[in-house]
T-cell receptor
């Protein structure tokens, strides 16, 4: 498995500001993902962040709103910009291993509340 | 596009009993992976069990087992000897077997499992 940490674990932010979430993995991984989980809902993929390439965003998510950095194989950041109350969610970092078989692991999540 | 359906928003089971959570999916692919994840109130997503579509044998992990019916596109999770710590939201997830940009997991809407002492 992989041990994933996220910072901060939770935050309360004001409308119009930004929050940057950090994701640290205990070993090198190629594929990293950022998910959003709105209250009482399932997980929705925001983007895939592979090292050495630009992040790939899912439909409905844009780089200006959710810029992502992936400077190396163990670290990534997700910024949620120009916050509105609708951005209040849990944001989860995830990594995948493909050998010997495909498995995907998740960080503990960051709970964001926008006031 | 693939879809994953969990038709049971909530389930409950008596402690030590067995419960089955259902999941169906829709895909035109023949090679794929299926997963069950558990999310307790602490919100940490935990991988419970994994099934490769090419394997006919149902996966088993201790008290957790699956009933994988490929033709019916069904992937249910059976929890035996339910324990209080099994109380959580359970998500079924699908992942394409292709490695060309389809690595993402598609999740169902989840089933909230309550364990009755």
């Amino acid at each position: 498995s992989a041990v994933i940490s996220q910072k901060p674990s939770r935050d309360i932010c004001q409308r119009g500001t930004s929050l940057t979430i950090q994701c640290q993995v205990d070993s090198q991984v190629t594929m990293m993902f950022w998910y959003r989980q709105q209250p009482g809902q399932s997980l929705t993929l925001i983007a895939t962040a592979n090292q050495g390439s630009e992040a790939t965003y899912e439909s409905g998510f844009v780089i200006d709103k959710f810029p992502i950095s992936r400077p190396n194989l163990t670290f990534s950041t997700l910024t949620v910009s120009n916050l509105s109350p609708e951005d209040s969610s849990i944001y989860l970092c995830s990594v995948a291993r493909t050998l010997p078989y495909y498995e995907q692991y998740f960080g503990p999540g960051t709970r964001l509340t926008v006031t | 596009a693939q879809t994953v359906t969990q038709s049971q928003p909530e389930m409950s089971v008596q402690e030590a009993e067995t419960v089955t959570l259902s999941c169906t999916y829709d895909t035109s692919e023949s090679d794929y992976y299926l997963f069950w994840y558990k999310q307790p109130p602490s919100r940490q997503m935990i991988l419970v069990i994994r099934q490769e579509a090419y394997k006919q044998q149902n996966a088993t992990e201790n008290r957790f087992s699956v009933n994988f019916q490929k033709a019916a596109k069904s992937f249910s999770l059976k929890i035996s000897d339910s324990q209080l710590g099994d109380a959580a939201m359970y998500f079924c997830a699908y992942r394409s077997g292709s490695n060309f940009g389809n690595e993402k997991l598609t999740f169902g809407t989840g089933t909230r499992l309550t364990i009755i002492p």
